[in-house]
């Protein structure tokens, strides 16, 4: 079965840069979530959107947006980077009504230098 | 704020032998899942085993099993007939009514041959 893809999955990047994490969901889910899993840590919710429009924000910094297309996939755009946003980013999507069940893809590696 | 609780940071297990991970919960929701989500050294997040609070039965995949005590807010996660493979960090994981997933602090679990 299809499963979540991520791009990259690996990423360095100098401190002020930019970056954009690509996530295309399971085929047919319609809600997309991105967490960051810091060294050592359990995941941290960072923002959610169900068809194409952001549902729940959580501990995200006013550094980071992100956004859902028409074809469902979204991007997480960082800016600014900073050394503490090294992490593993992953996204994970669901499907309405069961949108409780999340399907994690394998995430991308942030390196900030 | 619902919270998740992992008292057991670290357990070891011989191969073949059982182990249950312990996970303790608050919320204030009625209904609602409850998540073990497995993360091996690719640090890929897998979904175990759901549990629907409002099934007194308790959910079952193979060799995985939960120990679910609604009043008690407990969810214990059983795997039988240990294997190499089965080693990993174990997170338990609760939604709250935005679909947010709040993950306990996770339990390293080492099966030994």
């Known amino acids: 079965a299809a499963g979540v893809i991520q791009s990259p999955r690996h990423l360095i990047k100098e401190k002020r840069e930019t970056a954009t994490l690509k996530c295309y969901p399971i085929p047919r889910h319609d809600t997309v979530y991105w967490y960051q899993q810091g060294p050592g840590q359990d995941p941290q919710f960072l923002i959610s959107f169900y068809e194409k429009m952001q549902s729940d924000k959580g501990s995200i910094p006013d550094r980071f947006s992100a956004q859902q297309f028409s074809d469902y996939h979204s991007e997480l755009n960082m800016s600014s980077l900073e050394l503490g946003d090294s992490a593993l980013y992953f996204c994970a999507s669901s499907l309405a009504p069961d949108k409780e069940t999340q399907y994690f893809g394998p995430g991308t590696r942030l390196l900030v230098l | 704020a619902q919270t998740v609780t992992q008292s057991q940071p670290e357990m070891s297990v011989q191969e073949a032998e059982t182990v249950t991970l312990s996970c303790t919960y608050d919320?204030?929701?009625?209904?609602?899942?409850l998540f073990w989500y497995k993360q091996p050294p690719s640090r890929q997040m897998i979904l175990v085993i759901r549990q629907e609070a409002y099934k007194q039965q308790n959910a079952t995949e193979n060799r995985f099993s939960v120990n679910f005590q609604k009043a008690a807010k407990s969810f214990s996660l059983k795997i039988s007939d240990s294997q190499l493979g089965d080693t990993a960090m174990y997170f338990c994981a609760l939604p709250n009514a935005g679909n947010m997933l709040t993950f306990g602090g996770g339990t390293r679990l080492m099966v030994k041959p």
């Open positions: 919320t204030s929701e009625n209904n609602y899942y």
